[in-house]
């Protein structure tokens, strides 16, 4: 099993993808974020489309990995799977998963993602206090305004495979704070 620290950060994950609260993960979490995002975003009909297919295959690859619905047991006992099975490949899946989610995030495809987009980003999971995601995203020192898909790609790719407890964890430190 993985350690401890690294479970703990899977359980918070866990309860972030959550959106309902019910305790497990399915479908109705899929769609209260993918709706959340289009109605936030004020999409047109072609741009809808596309977004309901990215979050469907995002959720289907990354999360349900042929499933239909996660308790939170299960959905530790998955990444602990990867996670031991072989943790480079299980490395590069988070990375992956991390770097399409950021692409629909960064709106305008930059490869960078300004205040704006972080905040609309957030409030798709549900994540609606504003103040604390300003604050996440201010964690990460924005340079004139902006962090790099990168730098959020790998601070998640760091919060959901990492062990060392030495290195400062960007993801689980917002989660603290309430975010
Ligand atoms: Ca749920
Ligand atoms: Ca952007």
Same mark, same amino acid.
């Given at each position: 099993m993985a350690s401890e620290y690294l479970?703990?950060?899977?359980?918070?994950?866990?309860?972030?993808?959550?959106?309902?609260?019910?305790?497990k993960?399915?479908?109705?979490?899929?769609?209260a974020a993918r709706e959340r995002f289009v109605e936030l975003n004020d999409f047109d009909a072609v741009k809808t489309k596309a977004a309901m297919d990215i979050f469907e295959n995002w959720w289907k690859d990354f999360i349900f990995r042929g499933k239909? &619905? =996660?308790?939170?047991?299960?959905f530790?006992?998955?990444?602990?799977?990867?996670?031991?099975?072989d943790k480079d490949e299980f490395i590069e899946r988070m990375r992956r998963c991390f770097q399409?989610?950021?692409n629909v995030v960064d709106i305008n495809?930059?490869?960078?993602?300004d205040e704006e987009e972080f905040i609309v980003g957030f409030r798709t999971s549900g994540h609606e206090n504003i &103040? =604390?995601?300003?604050?996440f995203f201010e964690m990460y020192n924005p340079?004139?305004?902006?962090?790099?898909?990168?730098?959020?790609?790998e601070s998640w790719v760091q919060f959901t495979t990492s062990e060392d407890m030495s290195k400062h964890d960007i993801v689980k430190a917002a989660f603290e704070l309430g975010v």
């Open positions: 479970t703990n950060k899977w359980k918070m994950w866990f309860k972030w993808l959550d959106i309902n609260k019910d305790g993960l399915d479908s109705k979490d899929m769609n239909v &619905e =996660l308790s939170e047991e299960e530790i006992e998955s990444m602990n799977e990867g996670f031991k099975t399409v989610a950021f495809s930059e490869q960078n993602i &103040e =604390l995601n300003k604050k340079k004139k305004g902006l962090v790099s898909v990168h730098d959020l790609v």
